[in-house]
């Protein structure tokens, strides 16, 4: 223990101690007070007015340069035409009304919801009780599992989509072509994202203290986990389902190369219209952006209600 925070051996000890706070004070704080004399407050460095407005500065600069592509983009897609003046010429919807009047579009679009709702189900129901499993009979193979959830990551897409194409290519498998391997091919790519968040959740819930206190109220270890532990991994979940979905729907590698037009989704439609009106290309973008936005939001402010 310190000697700033160790008590004093005696009273004459404590008197000394005053006597000597009394004589700082006097030299630079007049008019001592003697009552808070037995205590030393730490004060907060006060923060300087310039560096706190350095780092404002720097982070809207940083904002408005991340900014600034997409508000080009949306600018662009409200045009009526843009391309020898500073401003558009006009501006309009007709690019969003010509987009999602498309069927080509709104099939493509629900298709890729399609997909990837499929691929984080699956994700759902499997991963949660291996999770589960592993953590509370079998934590010493949590370091084997970090390493064989990475593998997806390990292995470049397109090696990955051309393995896949021999394989369930032709024969008694063949799915190549169909959502299937699609959704097969997002689960392990959602499997990282999630594992990650879902253990992190399961390592700050301390799994093991919750069951043994289940237990001792009379719950089975499946009650326990359904009742107890799976309304504590609520907030893993949804950060994991979130950051998963985000990606999946941008996903066009494995899309174009296993299943392409014959199973269009979203990004396929949108590398298929790029030799298309720039305006209506602009209007798809835009419109991806918005969907994941308000997609997000609404799922944050669902979790936030609930909880």
Known sequence: MSRANRP??????AADAKRSLRTVNEHFEPGFNEAAATQVVLKPPVK??????????????????LLLPLAGTLL????TSWSAT?????LTFKWYLQLWGEPRFLK?????????????????????????VVHYHFPKLDALMNVLILLPFAVPPVVSAVGLLQLYGSGPLAMVGTPWILIGCYFTIALPFMYRAITNNLQAINLRDLMDAAHLLGASTWKAAFLVVLPNLRKGLMVSLFLSFSFLF???VFANLLVGTRYETLQV???????????????????YFFFVLVFTWAANRLNRDKA
């Open 8 to 13: 004093f051996k005696n009273v004459g000890e």
């Open 48 to 65: 300087v007015p310039a560096a706190s407005l350095y780092h404002r500065v720097v982070v809207w600069v940083l904002f408005l340069i």
């Open 76 to 79: 662009y897609s409200l045009s």
């Open 86 to 90: 500073i401003l558009p010429d006009g």
């Open 108 to 132: 493509a679009f629900g298709q890729s919801l399609l997909v990837c709702f499929g691929a984080l189900a699956l994700s759902v129901l499997l991963i949660l009780p291996l999770l589960f």
């Open 250 to 252: 941008g996903e066009f």
């Open 269 to 287: 439609y949108l590398n298929n219209m790029k030799n298309s009106s720039g305006h209506f290309n602009s209007a798809l973008v835009i419109s």
